[in-house]
């Protein structure tokens, strides 16, 4: 059983990283995963974790350590300072490293035991949950500020759970109903559990109409019906209104 964990770095010229992950005898530690992206689980099925709850998975391309304890990266230095986060295989222990100019040959980090994050969203102002929600979580950087994004959280109840490391992070969550919602969250190694219980959010206005009469419009071109048309003239008909964005 892995107790406590180390992560060694060594800077290469060619922009190259090799990680070490020992646990706290100095043996390696086989199948840590490194990853510049992760996401929650529970919607394919994945096994969860030996001690319940949700496991972390990794978007994109991740390396895993070997039988000695070792993996390397590539990073670009054009993307300095560039955040990672480490999982050990049975997601108890994890780390929030970040490679930079100063980062030195070697580097040891301590990781410290995950905390589990969780919560739930709701729209006080009318009662209910929103029906979807995508939740991004940035790292706070000392020298940078906000970082890029290292972790995700899709909700289709309301509520989240994401297993993070210690360090300082930004949370910004949007969907279909409601304002984007943003927080900052602290992790300090010291709480296996950081329970929000209950954030409110904001509907927006497309939440808000939910349920009533269409509103009235003004048409700026109109083909099949007069510009000066409004919804009711289309009483007693199937009126099909598709809205289309773009990002």
């Not at 090799?18 to 100095?26: I, K």
């Not at 979807?132 to 890029?148: A, D, I, Q, S």
């Not at 950081?194 to 109409?209: G, L, Q, R």
């Not at 009533?212 to 003239?233: F, M, N, Q, V, Y």
Request: charged fraction near 20%.
């Amino acid at each position: 059983m892995i107790t406590a964990m180390m992560l060694t770095l060594a800077i290469g010229s060619v922009g190259e990283v090799e990680v070490r992950v020992v646990d706290a005898d100095g043996a390696p530690v086989v199948g840590a995963e490194v990853a510049r992206l992760f996401g929650r689980d529970g919607y394919r099925g994945e096994q969860p974790p030996a001690d319940g709850g949700h496991r972390m998975l990794p978007i994109g391309r991740a390396a895993r350590t070997g039988d000695d304890g070792v993996l390397t990266l590539r990073v670009d230095q054009s993307e300095w300072p560039r955040p990672f986060l480490l999982y050990s295989a049975d997601q108890t222990y994890g780390a929030l490293v970040v490679v930079d100019e100063s980062t030195t040959s070697p580097l040891t980090v301590t990781a410290s035991p995950l905390t589990t994050v969780r919560g739930s969203f709701v729209m006080e102002e009318l009662g209910r949950t929103p029906v979807w929600m995508n939740n991004y979580l940035y790292p706070v950087l000392p020298k940078k500020g906000r970082g890029t994004r290292i972790a995700t959280c899709a909700t289709i109840d309301g509520t989240f759970e994401l297993r993070l490391p210690r360090g300082q992070y930004w949370w910004e969550g949007f969907g279909d109903e409601i304002e984007m919602h943003r927080m900052g969250v602290r992790v300090d190694g010291t709480r296996a559990l950081i329970d929000f219980e209950e954030i409110e959010v904001i509907p927006n206005v497309v939440a808000k109409a939910v349920g009533k009469p269409l509103p009235p419009w003004t048409a700026h071109a109109a083909r099949g019906i007069e510009p000066s048309a409004t919804p009711a003239d289309f009483k007693g008909k199937h009126l099909l209104v598709y809205y289309w964005a773009y990002w």
